[in-house]
């Protein structure tokens, strides 16, 4: 069996993040992707997907994401930037290396068992493998026996599948109003939610929001830990979707409040025919590779961490979690900050510092 100091699972921003920082530390990670590359999610989102902070603030540490600073780079352009910085590390990462199982062994060493391959011993393990590969499917009434189509926004692609269809879109959030707004120049769209949609400001003060909140230091204000559940993020517009929303495209409602065969009750009391619905409503951390280890996760399956050290599960590691330590965690823009954090936690507990 091979032998490592730190296997670092998942190749996306996360990972690469980590790989960095534990480089920076002298300590030689390996790095473990599932997919035929190191890209993460990117490349599994929807078409038209682009960022929602600028160029300058969308850079994972050690290389900027080239072109126009103050652009908003399309998925591809991300794509792209990952594989560059991949590159760029000189690291060992492995793609096609798929991780099933985590074991603790009795030398205080974890074992991963790679799927159809052997397995591999190492130091410390970091779980660097984000959330998109669990989409979150909220239990709605009559959903189990809708006869059309339900698929969550992690499965959307393109607009051209749905044209002419009577759509909802149940979310509030940034990609639920993308989504239902470019559906909405083919189909009849609704966008669902049981709170209204809040937008923010895109630019404030000629600066784009991403300014203000690195000026001010919002972005990395620890609260993490302190929060029970992660706070809805507003929808970030500069002025199209609050206007495409306003003018009914997309049509917007609360929550509808059954699904009677093919047909949905709303809560004015009228009922409609609905061809297509489509869950935007986020992620949960994809780490079934942890159900193993005594006290890694809690019930629901989340990590049971502190700033992304494992809490009863020594040399265990988390990075790019929501919230995991502050507001911009599982963000391009602050993933650095956080894996840094976690690679100085790991070399110490390697005896490297």
Not at 150 to 174: D, I, K, Q
Request: one cysteine or more; aromatic letters at 8%.
């Amino acid at each position: 069996m091979e032998h490592v100091d730190v296997a670092v699972i998942g190749g996306g921003q996360a990972g690469l993040a980590m790989a960095h920082a534990l480089l920076r530390e002298g300590v030689t990670p390996v790095v473990l992707e599932a997919s035929d590359r190191a890209a993460g999610s990117w490349p599994r989102y929807y078409d038209s997907l682009t960022l929602f902070s600028p160029a300058r603030y969308s850079a994972l540490p050690g290389l900027i994401f080239p072109g126009d600073p103050d652009r908003y780079p399309h998925r591809d352009e991300v794509i792209s930037y990952l594989a560059d910085y991949a590159a760029h590390l000189c690291a060992d990462i492995r793609t096609g290396h798929r991780v099933t199982v985590v074991h603790r062994t009795g030398d205080a060493r974890f074992e991963l068992e790679l799927e159809d391959r052997d397995s591999l011993s190492a130091r410390a393990v970091v779980a660097a493998s984000g959330t998109f590969g669990r989409p979150y499917r909220p239990t709605l009434p009559g959903l189990d026996d809708f006869p059309g189509a339900v698929l969550h926004a992690a499965e959307y692609r393109t607009p051209r599948p749905f044209t002419g269809r009577r759509v909802v879109v149940v979310g509030a959030g940034n990609s639920a109003v993308q989504i239902a707004a470019e559906l909405a120049g083919t189909s009849r769209v609704t966008l669902a939610s049981r709170k209204p949609v809040k937008f923010a400001r895109r630019r404030i003060l000629g600066r784009d929001l991403h300014f203000w909140l690195r000026y001010t230091g919002l972005d990395a204000v620890p609260l993490g830990s302190v929060l029970r559940e992660p706070p809805t993020q507003p929808v970030l517009d500069d002025g199209r979707y609050r206007s495409a929303v306003r003018e009914g495209r997309p049509d917007r409602q609360p929550m509808f409040t059954s699904l009677d065969g093919a047909e949905a009750a709303w809560v004015d009391g009228t009922r409609e025919e609905v061809d297509t619905i489509i869950l935007a409503t986020g992620y949960r951390p994809d780490v079934p590779y942890l159900a193993d280890l005594d006290g890694a996760l809690d019930a629901g399956g989340h990590p049971r961490h502190r700033g992304g050290a494992a809490l009863t599960v020594p040399g265990l590691a988390f990075v790019g979690l929501e919230w995991q330590r502050a507001l911009s965690s599982n963000s391009l823009r602050g993933v650095g900050r956080d894996a840094a954090r976690v690679a100085r936690h790991l070399s110490a507990r390697l005896g490297r510092r």
